[in-house]
């Protein structure tokens, strides 16, 4: 995989981690993921990604030849349950997790204050807080696309970001997901949410 190849899936990968976290899934992406739209590694990555990825074919086989807006409501049905509730049994929140910060307090500010000195603000279509999982991960595309783009500085952005956010937390958010849930899109973007996250901190080791 040459390096314009190797943006490409990085972004792709965010893209659709993104997708499967912000909301309840929309229904042109279920239809992309069941239509073979995402591209799915050949190579082996490191196990959470090709755990992801393996779920993710599952759930694109169990659901093949179904009508894409009944496999769209099972889906938001089941994104209410677990992230949503009452009383999710799950929330995708950095300040959730974090021993050391008040859930939505002063924590989030650090998280805000990171975007901030990157030069980024969270789209107006996220209707989450600064330290949901989509919004950390839609700053690392941000990074990534300036990266791509010969932005050197930005390697120091995502090193500093995933250190003291991302790696604090996604792994257990990603174990809280699999033990909550068996619905393998929910599943695999879990694994593939804390996959990326490692990928990402063996490639950014090397640049700086």
């Not at 190849?5 to 912000?22: H, M, P, Q, S, V």
């Not at 859930?103 to 990157?118: D, H, K, M, Q």
């Not at 330290?131 to 696309?145: N, Q």
């Not at 996250?197 to 950014?204: C, I, M, S, Y």
């Amino acid at each position: 995989m040459d390096e314009t190849e190797l943006y490409a899936a990085r972004i792709e990968i965010i893209d659709y981690a993104i997708d499967t976290f912000w909301d309840a899934p929309r229904e042109s992406f279920v239809a992309n993921l069941l239509e073979g739209d995402v591209r799915i590694p050949g190579d082996e990555v490191n196990p959470a990604l090709d755990e992801g990825f393996a779920e993710l074919e599952r759930f694109v086989d169990a659901n093949e030849g179904r009508e894409v807006g009944a496999v769209r409501d099972e889906l938001a049905t089941e994104y209410t349950r677990v992230f949503v509730g009452p009383r999710p049994p799950v929330l995708a929140h950095e300040t959730y997790y974090r021993e050391d910060a008040d859930f939505l307090g002063e924590g989030l500010a650090e998280v805000s204050a990171s975007y901030a000195a990157a030069g980024w603000s969270p789209p107006e279509e996220y209707p989450e807080e600064d330290d949901h999982l989509a919004v950390e991960l839609a700053f690392l595309r941000y990074l990534v696309d300036r990266q791509r783009r010969g932005d050197e500085e930005t390697f120091g952005f995502e090193r500093v970001f995933l250190d003291e956010h991302l790696l604090q937390w996604v792994e257990a958010f990603a174990d809280d997901v699999l033990a909550e849930t068996d619905e393998p899109l929910y599943r695999a973007g879990a694994k593939v949410a804390a996959g990326f996250a490692e990928f990402e901190d063996e490639l950014v080791a090397q640049m700086v």
